[in-house]
């Protein structure tokens, strides 16, 4: 299978910034895409951004502007800089990837651990 280890993410006042970061390791598999969840407490988990490996990327509304996602196909990570953070962005941020493995011939679709995100005076 495919591990997602995340990392960066913390307590900032509103207004700051944070990157968070996302390493995929395995064996002989292909990232299709990949994206960053988030689920608030009480809330449903909901798609923050998404890339394709061709970088494609889309953005939920409300991180548009302020949110950037990006990714480096080579070391299968990717990286969402997250600006102008706002306390309605608290929540625990997932990593996603699917794609391909060639070693089973079929699909994965991996999450991360989760990071929390908290955005607080």
């Known amino acids: 299978q495919v591990q997602l280890v995340e990392s960066g993410g913390g307590l900032v006042q509103p207004g700051g910034s944070l990157r968070l970061s996302c390493a995929a390791s395995?064996?002989?598999?292909?990232?299709?895409?990949m994206g960053w969840y988030r689920q608030a407490p009480g809330k449903q988990r909901e798609l923050v951004a998404s890339?394709?490996?061709?970088?494609?990327?889309s953005y939920t509304d409300s991180v548009k502007g302020r949110f950037t996602i990006s990714r480096d196909n080579a070391k299968n990570t990717v990286s969402l800089q997250m600006n102008c953070l706002k306390p309605e962005d608290t929540a625990v941020y997932y990593c996603?990837?699917?794609?391909?493995?060639?070693?089973?011939?079929?699909?994965?679709?991996?999450w991360g651990q989760g990071t929390q995100v908290t955005v607080s005076s």
């Open positions: 395995g064996s002989m598999f292909s990232i299709i895409a």
């Open positions: 996603n990837a699917v794609g391909t493995i060639a070693t089973i011939k079929g699909n994965f679709d991996s």
């Open positions: 890339i394709t490996s061709g970088g494609s990327t």
